[in-house]
């Protein structure tokens, strides 16, 4: 509603990260990150997720009381001061309905080759095109690099064995592809917004040894 107003244009905001896509094609003059709980920009603060209201009312204190009395809201209200991402909770959700047909039979065949981490000139024999214009168009469609999007899909099957698994995760990353334990580390890192080992801590479903 705030968006249709036009209040928003040319401002940065978000919202729930189911959303952001949508939100983002529906007013392209509105700068969407999909990857904050909350974003002050002026005198508009836009939040994301049903509980993000605690987030917000704490930036709100923060702002009209200071950081130590946030601090203390915060404690005693049992929840976490501002700093979470909404990128810690949020699934990868690739574009399907972009209409390009060639790209969609690649991404089909990625969600159970991925790990492989299978080179550009595979994919693009896969789709039918020439190089460059597979990279171009598969940016068109999914709004990343085939590199990025294969990362992401790697990391979405990280992120389930180390909520639901035992394995260590040197295991986890081997079992994904890659080879580097240290390299994993370094690309989920750069996608969650947490390294394995905090995301395992915050949120690994309790299992027996």
């Not at 509603?1 to 959303?19: D, K, P, Q, V």
């Not at 590199?147 to 979405?156: D, K, M, S």
């Not at 990353?173 to 890659?178: L, M, R, T």
């Not at 890192?189 to 080992?197: I, Q």
């Amino acid at each position: 509603m705030l968006a249709e107003t036009g209040l928003l244009a040319g401002r940065s905001a978000t919202t729930h990260w189911s959303f952001t896509v949508k939100l983002a094609e529906s007013f392209p003059d509105i700068h969407v990150d999909e990857s904050r709980i909350t974003v002050e920009d002026g005198n508009f603060i836009t939040a994301g997720g049903v509980l993000a209201w605690t987030d917000l009312g704490l930036k709100l204190v923060d702002r009209y009381l200071g950081s130590t009395i946030m601090i203390e809201t915060a404690r005693y209200m049992l929840v976490d001061p501002p700093g979470r991402e909404q990128r810690y909770y949020s699934n990868f959700a690739p574009k399907l309905h972009h209409g390009d047909t060639a790209i969609l039979k690649v991404q089909h065949w990625l969600q159970n080759h991925a790990p492989n981490m299978p080179s550009v000139k595979e994919m693009a024999q896969l789709s039918g095109l020439e190089e460059r214009t597979f990279l171009r168009r598969f940016h068109k469609a999914t709004g990343l690099k085939p590199t990025e999007y294969c990362q992401r899909l790697r990391v979405g099957k990280a992120r389930e064995m180390l909520e639901f698994t035992n394995k260590t995760i040197e295991q986890i990353a081997w079992a994904i592809g890659y080879e580097d334990p240290g390299s994993f580390r370094k690309v989920f890192h750069r996608v969650v917004g947490l390294s394995p080992g905090e995301y395992r801590r915050r949120f690994a479903v309790a299992l027996s040894a």
